[in-house]
């Protein structure tokens, strides 16, 4: 599961107007979408009545999805000598990723590279 179930009951004094309810969400590797579940509260004692907002939707959001970039934005190679660019993946993850790159030639031009 993505929480730790949990239920109880909250106990107002007379003095106090708030109350916090506290979920514990927990870490996966499973790729999924964005997940919802609802608290609800019921069953009021003391007189006390349901307001009209008795029920919480909360979204617990994918993060998943590892992200891939290069480990600099920079970097400069002399003439004729050979640069390796490095790259790093966010977080594990159970499957192969495949990225694509290309170059684009800014001030330089086709004669003085050659990607590997």
Same mark, same amino acid.
């Given at each position: 599961?993505?929480?730790?179930?949990a239920s109880g009951?909250?106990t107002?004094?007379p003095?106090?107007?708030?109350?916090?309810?506290?979920?514990k969400?927990?870490?996966?590797?499973s790729?999924e979408?964005?997940?919802t579940l609802l608290?609800?509260?019921?069953a009021?004692?003391?007189?006390a &009545?349901?307001g #009209?907002?008795d +029920?919480?939707? $909360?979204?617990?959001?994918n993060?998943d999805?590892p992200s891939?970039s290069?480990? /600099?934005?920079?970097?400069?190679?002399?003439?004729?000598?050979?640069?390796?660019?490095?790259? &790093?993946?966010s #977080?594990a993850y +159970?499957g192969t $990723?495949?990225?694509?790159?290309?170059?684009?030639y800014?001030t330089?031009?086709? /004669?003085?590279v050659?990607?590997?």
């Amino acid at each position: 599961t993505d929480y730790t179930q949990a239920s109880g009951t909250l106990t107002f004094a007379p003095d106090e107007y708030e109350k916090t309810v506290t979920i514990k969400t927990t870490e996966d590797l499973s790729i999924e979408t964005d997940e919802t579940l609802l608290v609800t509260l019921s069953a009021p004692s003391g007189n006390a &009545e349901l307001g #009209q907002l008795d +029920t919480a939707e $909360i979204t617990i959001e994918n993060d998943d999805y590892p992200s891939v970039s290069f480990m /600099a934005s920079t970097a400069s190679v002399s003439e004729g000598d050979t640069l390796t660019l490095t790259l &790093e993946k966010s #977080q594990a993850y +159970t499957g192969t $990723i495949e990225v694509d790159y290309g170059i684009s030639y800014g001030t330089a031009n086709a /004669a003085d590279v050659s990607a590997q």
